[in-house]
C-alpha cells in the first residue's frame, strides 16, 4: 500500500487537516462489498469541527444478520441516496487532507472499490490507522477494537456501529494519541512512515491497477439484469459474471485485479430481465466457453438437498449441496444441513433404511441399529432388495406431492402410535409419541422446499428488480424445459405445450443438468416468485395477466 502523497508529504503534522472515516458495509467481502453508511468527521489542530454522514442505496438485498448487527434496514438504504451522489462528497471532503480510520485498511478498501464500481477516480488520500497509532503509542490498551480502545483512553462510547459515531469516536482516539505521534515525528512523511505497516515497506511497489481511461469501455452496459463477458483483444471471453446490474459489477473487478483483467480490451454484454435468468445464462455460457478467469461455479449458500441414488441394490439418504444426476430422487433445495440431516435420521429409523454408506460390508450379526429395531439388516445378506426397496420407496414418497410432506410424516408417525397402543404395546405408543414430538419441532425449523425436485411441473415469473419485466421458467420434472423473456398471448400457449412435450419418460437428471436445477431451486426457493401448476385445468394466460397486473390469487 502507498502511504505516501508528495505535495503532501513534507507538511507539518500540526498544520495539516485530518479526515476520521467510518463505513459501514453489507458484509461482503472483496468486490461483493457494498457501502451502507459513510460517516466522515473532520480534525484539525488536535480538535474535532464539521461532520457529514449518509446512508447509501445497495445493490443487492441485505442479510437479516448485517441489519440486527448494524441497525442499518433495508428500508434504510431503499430510500438512500446512490453512492454515484454520495462518493463525489466524499471525494471532495477528502481533497488535501489526510485518511484517518480505525483499521484502516478496511475502510481505504471498501471506499475504494466504491469508487471503482461508480466509474469514479479513488482520490488516494495519506492514511493513518488508529489501530496503528495505538499499537506504537498506548501499548497497554490490550484490546484494540473502537469502542474498547477508546474507554481505555478515557473517551466516552455512546453509540457503535454506526458510520457517524464510530468516525466521531476514532477522531477522538486519534487527537488523543496525537500529541505522542508529533513528538515522534516532524512532518507528514514521517509520520507515515513511522505507521506503515512492516510489510508495506518492505513489499516494493505495489500491483499497478488500470484507470479508467485505460480499461474496456463500460458505458454501454446498463443497469439490468444479465450476464456481462471481457474478451481480450481477439475475442476469446476471459470472464463470465451475472449480475442485476451489468454496469455496476463489470467495474467492480477492477477493484482487485486478477491477471486477466490485464488483458480485458472489449466488454460485452447479454441482458435478462430477472437474476434468475442471469443466473442461467451465466452457468450455460461458463460450460459452453470455459472462460480462464472463471472458478468452479460456487454452490448456492446453505442450502442442501435429501437425496437417494437408486443404482446399488440398496440406496441410502444422504445428505448434499447439489442433486444427484441419474436415477436418483432428490428433495429440496432446504436452507439447514443440520436440521436435513437430523430428518435423514428420523427417515432411516421411521422406515428401517440403511444407516451405513453406499458401501455395503457383509455382517455376521446385526449392527447397533439393526439390535434397536430401526434397520432391516441388508448387511446380513437374507434380505431381498425388492422388500428394502418398498421401503424406501415409501419413506421418498413422503415428498412427491407438493406441500404435504410434513401432513404425510406426522400423519404416518400418529398412525403407527395409534395402531401400537390398540395392540397394546405401550411402550412403542409412547416412543412413537416422543418421536411425534421432535419431527414437529424439527419440521417447524426445516426452512426450503420440503418436496421432490421433479414432483412438479410448473410456471414460474422470475421478475426484474426494479421494471414490470418477467422471465419465464417452464420447469418440467425438475429441469428447465425453456425460458426467456415472458411471451404474450399465442407465443405463451405454444411455448407452454412444446415445453411439456419436452418431459422425459424416464424422470433422469443428466450429469450437464446439476448445476443448473441447482440454481434454480434454490433461488426459487430463496425468492418465492410467482409460480403455477401446469396442468389440463389451468388456463396459463388468464394466471399470468392477473400476476402481471398485481391480482394474481395463491395456486
Known amino acids: 500500500m502507498d502511504y505516501l502523497v508528495l505535495d503532501l508529504s513534507a507538511q507539518s503534522l500540526a498544520t495539516a487537516e485530518y479526515l476520521a472515516v467510518d463505513v459501514e458495509t453489507n458484509g461482503l467481502a472483496a468486490d461483493l462489498c457494498e457501502l451502507t453508511e459513510v460517516g466522515c468527521v473532520l480534525v484539525g489542530g488536535g480538535e474535532l469541527h464539521d461532520s457529514f454522514e449518509s446512508l447509501v442505496r445497495v445493490e443487492k438485498p441485505l442479510s437479516r444478520g448485517i441489519q440486527r448487527f448494524t441497525g442499518i434496514t433495508q428500508a434504510m438504504v431503499d430510500s438512500a441516496p446512490p453512492p454515484e451522489e454520495v462518493l463525489p462528497r466524499v471525494a471532495e471532503l477528502l481533497e488535501g487532507r ?10 481505504r478498501g471498501a471506499l475504494r472499490g466504491a469508487f471503482e464500481r461508480c466509474g469514479l477516480d479513488w482520490p488516494d488520500p495519506p492514511v493513518m490507522c488508529t489501530v496503528a497509532l495505538a499499537r506504537r503509542f498506548a501499548p497497554l490498551a490490550r484490546q484494540r477494537k473502537l469502542a474498547a480502545l477508546a474507554e481505555s483512553l478515557g ?16 477522531a477522538r482516539v486519534f487527537c488523543a494519541l496525537f500529541a505522542k505521534l508529533c513528538a515522534n515525528a516532524g512532518s507528514l512523511a514521517d509520520a507515515l512512515a513511522l505507521l506503515s505497516p512492516r510489510r508495506a515497506r518492505a513489499a516494493g511497489k505495489p500491483v499497478r491497477r488500470r484507470p479508467p481511461s485505460e480499461r474496456p469501455d463500460l458505458s454501454s452496459l446498463p443497469k439490468d439484469p444479465g450476464v456481462y463477458i471481457f474478451r481480450d483483444r481477439r475475442g476469446r471471453a476471459l470472464y463470465v459474471g451475472k449480475s442485476v446490474s451489468l454496469r455496476t459489477r463489470a467495474r467492480a473487478h477492477f477493484c482487485a485485479p486478477a491477471g486477466w483483467t490485464e ?27 470455459q472462460p480462464a478467469g472463471n472458478r468452479a461455479l460456487r454452490r448456492s449458500e446453505g442450502y442442501v438437498y435429501l437425496r437417494a441414488r437408486l443404482d446399488i441394490p440398496y440406496p441410502v439418504l444422504e445428505v448434499a449441496y447439489e442433486p444427484a444426476a441419474g436415477r436418483a430422487v432428490n428433495v429440496g433445495p432446504m436452507r439447514d444441513r443440520e436440521a436435513a440431516t437430523e430428518l435423514m435420521g428420523q427417515l432411516n429409523s421411521l422406515f428401517k433404511l440403511r444407516h451405513c454408506g453406499r458401501g455395503l460390508k457383509r455382517r455376521d450379526h446385526p449392527s447397533a441399529y439393526g439390535q434397536m ?183
Not at 422425459?504 to 443428466?510: C, I, K, Y
Open 155 to 170: 473517551i466516552e462510547v455512546e453509540e457503535v456501529h454506526r458510520a457517524l459515531p464510530d468516525a466521531e469516536t476514532c
Open 98 to 107: 489526510v485518511l484517518v480510520a480505525h483499521n484502516a485498511r478496511f475502510d
Open 263 to 289: 488483458r480485458a480490451e472489449v466488454a460485452d454484454y447479454k441482458a435478462t430481465n430477472s437474476e434468475l435468468g442471469a443466473l442461467v445464462l451465466e452457468n450455460r455460457l461458463i460450460k459452453e466457453w
Open 373 to 555: 429395531g430401526r434397520c432391516c439388516s441388508p448387511c446380513l445378506g437374507d434380505l431381498d432388495p425388492n422388500a428394502y426397496r418398498r421401503q424406501l420407496d415409501a419413506a421418498l414418497g413422503m415428498f412427491d406431492e407438493p406441500g404435504r410432506a410434513r401432513e404425510r410424516l406426522l400423519g404416518h408417525v400418529e398412525e403407527r402410535m395409534k395402531e401400537a397402543a390398540a395392540d397394546q404395546r405401550f411402550e412403542l405408543a409412547a416412543s412413537l409419541r416422543d418421536r411425534l414430538e421432535r419431527l414437529e419441532r424439527l419440521l417447524d425449523r426445516l426452512t426450503g422446499v420440503l418436496e421432490a425436485t421433479h414432483a412438479r411441473t410448473r410456471l414460474v415469473l422470475a421478475p426484474h428488480p426494479t421494471a414490470e419485466r418477467y422471465d419465464a421458467f417452464w420447469l418440467v420434472g425438475g429441469r428447465v424445459a425453456d425460458w426467456g423473456p415472458l411471451p404474450d398471448g399465442d407465443d405463451l400457449s405454444e411455448r407452454t405445450e412444446r415445453a411439456l412435450a419436452r418431459a422425459r419418460p424416464d424422470g433422469l437428471l443428466a450429469p450437464e443438468e446439476v448445476d443448473e436445477v441447482r440454481i434454480v431451486s434454490s433461488w426459487i426457493a430463496a425468492h418465492d416468485p410467482p409460480e403455477r401448476e401446469l396442468t389440463a385445468e389451468v388456463d396459463v394466460a388468464a394466471w399470468v395477466a392477473s400476476v402481471t397486473s398485481g391480482t394474481a390469487v395463491a395456486a
